[in-house]
């Protein structure tokens, strides 16, 4: 009998953190090129953060790159909230990880992320949730042409704005109308 033997990866899937503030959707996805025997390299890991998700919206579906750029930075650890563990480095060597910042204002309120059909590549999609005691993360498995439930951004209502600036209005048009007041009473004042 042949021995078996065993090989593990620090992490075979591409990692996307997402956090919603205000309406903007900021994410943070990070590939391990030296752990993934499925990406080569740097500029493979490179290649695979550019085109693992999509944003859908009103049957279609854009890429991170058309809404807003991508930033690349290279990383030595995983984010330590992050839902899982992950093993470490071989020999105590630094990860080998490549991380993308994306940041987009989003122009629509309801949409949903996507990896595309045919990309080689999953995603572990997870944010913390603020409603939990401790911010717990909440995390989802997505293959290639799966997609998020819907994903809802608050967007700030008109009224509030058309209510602020009738409220300039008024109290612009009361300065003014006191201060020819005024003017009228000094000016009659004047004539006495």
């Known amino acids: 009998m042949a021995p078996l033997f065993a090989f593990g990866h ?6 996307a953190r997402m956090e919603i503030q205000a309406d903007t959707l ?13 990406i080569a390299d740097e500029a ?11 944003v859908r919206s009103k049957g279609q579906g854009r890429t991170l790159e058309e809404l807003a750029p991508l930033k690349m930075e290279r990383r030595a650890e995983w984010d330590p909230q992050a839902p899982t563990a992950f ?4 020999d105590g060597q630094p990860h080998q990880l490549l991380t993308a910042l994306w940041q ?8 949903s992320l996507a990896v595309p059909e045919g990309n080689l590549h999953d995603v572990l999609l997870w944010t913390r949730d603020e409603h939990l ?8 498995m997505l293959i290639e042409g799966e997609n ?14 058309l209510a602020g600036s009738a409220f300039v209005m008024v109290g612009l048009g009361l300065w003014l109308w006191r ?11 004047s004539l006495r």
Not at 10 to 15: G, N, S, Y
Not at 44 to 54: F, G, M, S, V, Y
Not at 133 to 140: D, F, I, N, S, T
């Open 10 to 15: 620090a992490c075979e899937f591409l990692v």
């Open 44 to 54: 493979a890991a490179r290649e695979a953060l550019r085109k693992i998700l999509q």
């Open 26 to 38: 900021q994410l943070e996805i990070t590939a391990d090129y030296g752990g993934n025997p499925l």
């Open 133 to 140: 005691p401790g911010k717990q993360a909440k995390w989802m």
């Open 104 to 111: 987009w204002r989003a122009d629509v309120g309801e949409f």
């Open 148 to 161: 998020t439930p819907p994903i809802f951004i608050p967007r700030s209502t008109p009224w509030l704005s």
């Open 87 to 90: 093993a470490p480095a071989p």
């Open 179 to 189: 201060k020819s007041l005024t003017s009228r009473l000094s000016f009659s004042a």
